[in-house]
C-alpha cells in the first residue's frame, strides 16, 4: 500500500566547506524545505536525512525550481539515512537552498480490521533544527477520527479529508499517532489444558477474557460450560471447573471483542480495588528507597511513564521461553535487558509509591512489526502493559511504555491504540489470575492462543434466565426455594435487578452489580411457617429484565396438614 508524502526532516549530518571543516549545526539553519547558510565562507554539499526504523521507497529530492538532485540511500542498523548530493553552491550568509525530500513508506498507514491507523515516528535530534513542519493528509475513506496525538496545532475538514498541520514543538516529546474508525474487532479461539492431579475431586478456574472500560467481550461458545463463572477483585472473569479425580480436560473458548477508541460506561472501581493497586508485591518493590526517591521527583502519570520509556531498552535477547521476570528494582539495576515486563514492572511501582492506584495487563496486542512493537510474553506471544487510575474520570487507563520506547516517541500514554486487547488484570497480584496460553500440560506444549480480526458477531444481546426450584419443603419447617439467574451469554449483563414478588405484590428487590456469560447467581427465598399458612403467598414469582419464572407454593398442603394437627382426636 503506498502512502501520501509529508516532510519531515530528522538528521544533518555531512556538511563540506573550504578551506576546513566545522559543527553542521553551527554552521546552518535548518528549517523545514529551507537550508540556510549562517557563515560566509560555507557552504553546503550534501545533505542527510536519517529516518529511525523506516524503510523509504521512491525517494526523491528536489529544489523548489524543480531540479532534481541525486540521493543515496544506506542503513546503519535501524536508521535509513537519504543523502541528497548538492551539484552546485550555495555562498553566503544569510543565502538559503529551498528543497524537498520526499519519500514513500506502507507501515505509516496500516488498515487493521475497521481501523486505519497511522503511526509516525517522532524526529531524532530536536537540536539539529531551528524550525520544520509535519503535514499529514487523511482522505475521508478512512472514517471518522478516532483519535490522535498530539493534538495537532491545526486541523480542517475538507472535500478530501482531514488535513492536520504539526509543528516542531509539537512533535519534541512524541511521534504522531492517529487511527480512523470507531473500534475494532478481534475474534478468538483460546484453549486451556487441565488435569486434576490428586485422588480426590478438585475444583479449578482460567480466566477468560474480561470487559473493561476500552473492550467489550463477546462469549460465543465455552466447551465444555463451566460450573461457575465469578468476577474477582481486579475485574477478571474466572470460570470454575470441577475434576474429578486425575481427571484431564481440554476447554474451547471461542467469541469476539470489540476494542474502543474512547472508554464507554462501565462499573467504577471499588475502594477495595483501588487499595489492592497501591500495595507492594513480590515485582512492585514500592518501599524501595530508590522507587520511593523517583515518586517524589516524577509525581505524575505523565512524567512515570517518560521516565520509564527513555529510561529502559528493549532487549530482544531476552525474549525467550521462561524468562526470569526482573521486577521493578532490577529493572532500574539493569536498564538495558528490559522486556515488556520490566517496563510495566517499574511503571507500576513508581505509580504506587507515588500514591497513584497502578496495575498490569496481559494479552495481546497486534503488531505488523515486532521490532517496533515487541512482544516479550513469550507463550502464545502475549505482551503487558500497565494501568493507572484517573480519579477524575473513574476509570483505569492504559499507557504501554514499552512501545512508547520501541517505535522512537510513538505517543502511547494520551491515546493507546485499537490493538490491545487485556486477558488478565493484575492488580491485587503481580502474577495471579494466569494469562490465557498458560495452561499448559507436557513438555511440548501446542498454540493455545488464536487471534484475528473479525466481525462483530450476529447476537450481540445476553437475555437473562431465571428459574425457581424448591430447596426444603418440609412439613411444619419453613419452606425454602433457590432462585437462579442465569447468563446464557454472548455477553455481560450489569446492574440486573431481581425482583421476587408473592402472589401480585412485590416483595423484594436484589442487585446483582455484574453477570458475566455463562454465569449464575443464586437467592434463596425462606418462606416462615405458619398456622394454616396464613403467612404463605400461593406463588412466587421472580423477574429479571423480559424474563420471568413462577411456582406454585406448598401453601395447600400447610393448610391441610395444620387442619389434621389441630383436628379433635
Not at 249 to 268: C, E, L, N, T
Not at 542 to 549: D, H, I, K, L, P
Amino acid at each position: 500500500m503506498k502512502f501520501w508524502k509529508f516532510l519531515v526532516f530528522l538528521l544533518l549530518s555531512a556538511f563540506y566547506f573550504l578551506p576546513s571543516s566545522v559543527s553542521a549545526q553551527d554552521e546552518f539553519f535548518v528549517d523545514a524545505n529551507v537550508l540556510e547558510n549562517n557563515f560566509s565562507n560555507l557552504y553546503a554539499t550534501t545533505y542527510t536525512l536519517g529516518l529511525e526504523n523506516i524503510d523509504a521507497t521512491n525517494v526523491k529530492a528536489e529544489s523548489d525550481k524543480g531540479v532534481v538532485f541525486p540521493t543515496e540511500i544506506s542503513k546503519d542498523e535501524d536508521i535509513t539515512n537519504i543523502k541528497v548530493t548538492f551539484p552546485d553552491s550555495s555562498v553566503g550568509k544569510g543565502t538559503q537552498r529551498h528543497f524537498t525530500i520526499t519519500y514513500e513508506n506502507s507501515s505509516f498507514a496500516v488498515r487493521t480490521g475497521e481501523v486505519w491507523e497511522i503511526s509516525i515516528p517522532r524526529l531524532g535530534d530536536q537540536t539539529n533544527f531551528r524550525n520544520y513542519q509535519l503535514i499529514l493528509k487523511i482522505p475521508k475513506s478512512f472514517g471518522l477520527e478516532a483519535y490522535i496525538s498530539p493534538k495537532p496545532d491545526s486541523s480542517e475538514l475538507g472535500e478530501s479529508g482531514y488535513v492536520y498541520s504539526f509543528g516542531r514543538n509539537s512533535l519534541i516529546q512524541t511521534g504522531v499517532s492517529a487511527g480512523y474508525g470507531q473500534f475494532q474487532i478481534f475474534s478468538f479461539n483460546l484453549l486451556y489444558h487441565l488435569e486434576n492431579p490428586l485422588s480426590r475431586p478438585s475444583s479449578t478456574q482460567i480466566a477468560l477474557p474480561p470487559d473493561t472500560a476500552f473492550q467489550k467481550v463477546y462469549i460465543q461458545k465455552i466447551d465444555p460450560k463451566p460450573t461457575n463463572v465469578s468476577v474477582d477483585s481486579d475485574g477478571n472473569w474466572l470460570a470454575t471447573y470441577d475434576l474429578d479425580p486425575r481427571q484431564r480436560i481440554d476447554i474451547a473458548v471461542s467469541g469476539a471483542v470489540q476494542i474502543f477508541a474512547s472508554y464507554r460506561s462501565f462499573p467504577k472501581a471499588t475502594n477495595q480495588e483501588l487499595n489492592d493497586s497501591l500495595k507492594e508485591d513480590e515485582y512492585w518493590q514500592v518501599s524501595d528507597p530508590k522507587i520511593q526517591e523517583l515518586a517524589r521527583e516524577l509525581k505524575t502519570p505523565k512524567a512515570i511513564y517518560d521516565y520509564v520509556s527513555q529510561t529502559l531498552k528493549y532487549d530482544f535477547s531476552r525474549v525467550q521461553p521462561n524468562v526470569q521476570r526482573l521486577g521493578a528494582v532490577k529493572a532500574l539495576q539493569n536498564p538495558t535487558q528490559a522486556i515488556c515486563m520490566e517496563f510495566t514492572d517499574l511503571f507500576i511501582a513508581i505509580a504506587r509509591a507515588a500514591g497513584i492506584p497502578a496495575r498490569e495487563v496481559n494479552g495481546f496486542a497486534y503488531t505488523e512489526n515486532p521490532e517496533l512493537q515487541p512482544l516479550s510474553l513469550v507463550a502464545d506471544v502475549l505482551h503487558a502493559w500497565p494501568e493507572y487510575y484517573d480519579k477524575e474520570k473513574g476509570i483505569w487507563i492504559p499507557v504501554d511504555p514499552t512501545w512508547g520506547s520501541t517505535t522512537g516517541g510513538v505517543d502511547f500514554f494520551n491515546k493507546l491504540d485499537l490493538r490491545h486487547f487485556a486477558f488478565v488484570i493484575h492488580g491485587k497480584s503481580s502474577t495471579l489470575p494466569y494469562p490465557p496460553g498458560s495452561y499448559k500440560l507436557g513438555p511440548n506444549p501446542q498454540k493455545d492462543v488464536f487471534v484475528s480480526f473479525g466481525q462483530l458477531p450476529s447476537a450481540r444481546i445476553s437475555v437473562p434466565a431465571v428459574s425457581i426450584k424448591p430447596y426444603r419443603v418440609l412439613p411444619f419447617f419453613s419452606s425454602i426455594y433457590t432462585v437462579t439467574v442465569s447468563n446464557p451469554g454472548p455477553v455481560a449483563l450489569y446492574s440486573v435487578y431481581p425482583t421476587i414478588y408473592y402472589d401480585s405484590s412485590e416483595k423484594t428487590r436484589d442487585v446483582i452489580e455484574v453477570l458475566p456469560p455463562y454465569s449464575n447467581k443464586q437467592i434463596q427465598i425462606t418462606l416462615p411457617h405458619s398456622f394454616l399458612g396464613k403467612d404463605m403467598p400461593n406463588v412466587i414469582k421472580v423477574q429479571v429484565n423480559s424474563s420471568q419464572a413462577e411456582i406454585m407454593t406448598n401453601k395447600k398442603q400447610i393448610v391441610v396438614d395444620s387442619l389434621l394437627v389441630d383436628s379433635p382426636k
